[in-house]
């Protein structure tokens, strides 16, 4: 069973006028079965609106579906007796970091999660530390939170995360307020976590490079799910994503206008390196 489920998932937002009225309904998750496997690296693309956050807070149990059903590691997460235990299986880390920060020092912040979950005291401190070493930031366990950088306060965000315990992160847009090193640092980190932590992954990003790791790609429009396979299945189809209003990575597109203009240069093109084998290969 996969560690996380979805059958036939919908959620509506209801709009309603000064008079409590409904105004208009928008269907932000339309009948969405999505199941993946633990240890996974899964990617979610789409343009704004498409429904993917929407679905990463059903993931979360922020949002309860309004129809069809979903299960984080076997439970429920519609079940009201459910929502800590699902929360603490998929933590959740947010786009902006300074909406996550709530202590006064770093390692306060970090075992914030844990106390919430009735862990002892002792035990607390060494979650905050292995998790603050495993983000390479426990050197500034003493620090205040607001004096980091963006990419150090989201690796914060990360730590405590972790110190949760969990068997899956959703990461929402998680580089959407940082700057490129900020952003390497971050994927970094998460890539880390998959690789070495076994960790599962969910990835919701705008930047098409982030996901050329992932396992594999599902990508929204309309609340549905458009597209789904591995990096290479996914970009291979340019001008279906392009219909989409969603770019491709940098060297994909140049391996593409380059193969349109006679070059013998093959589908799924990803990185700088593999467009460069291609164009050795046509010399």
Not at 82 to 101: E, T, Y
């Amino acid at each position: 069973m996969g560690i996380i489920r979805t059958e036939n998932l919908g959620y509506e937002y209801i709009r309603r006028d000064d008079e409590g009225n409904v105004s208009g309904i928008t269907r932000a998750v339309d009948d969405v079965s999505i199941d993946v496997k633990p240890g996974e690296f899964i990617a979610i693309l789409g343009h704004n609106g498409s429904g993917k956050s929407t679905l990463a807070k059903q993931i979360n149990a922020i949002l309860t579906p309004s129809e069809g059903e979903i299960y984080v590691d076997g439970m429920n997460a519609a079940d009201p007796d459910k929502l800590w235990d699902v929360r603490q299986r998929a933590g959740m880390v947010f786009q902006n970091p300074d909406n996550q920060i709530i202590g006064q020092l770093v390692e306060e912040d970090v075992g914030f999660g844990p106390e919430n979950l009735g862990v002892p005291t002792q035990e607390i401190w060494e979650r905050v530390n292995e998790s603050l070493k495993m983000m390479q930031m426990l050197e500034y366990s003493k620090h205040s939170p607001n004096k980091l950088s963006g990419g150090q306060k989201q690796r914060v965000s990360i730590a405590g995360v972790l110190a949760m315990h969990p068997k899956c992160i959703i990461f929402d847009e998680p580089t959407a307020m940082l700057d490129p090193h900020g952003r390497r640092e971050v994927i970094r980190s998460a890539r880390a976590l998959n690789d070495v932590e076994k960790i599962t992954i969910i990835l919701i990003t705008h930047y098409m490079e982030e996901t050329i790791y992932a396992d594999r790609i599902f990508v929204m429009d309309k609340g549905r799910i458009a597209m789904e396979g591995t990096p290479k299945e996914v970009f291979s189809q340019v001008e279906k994503l392009e219909e989409l209003r969603l770019g491709v990575p940098q060297a994909t597109l140049v391996a593409h206008r380059l193969k349109k203009a006679g070059l013998p240069i093959p589908d799924g093109i990803l990185t700088r390196q593999e467009l460069r084998e291609a164009l050795k290969a046509c010399l």
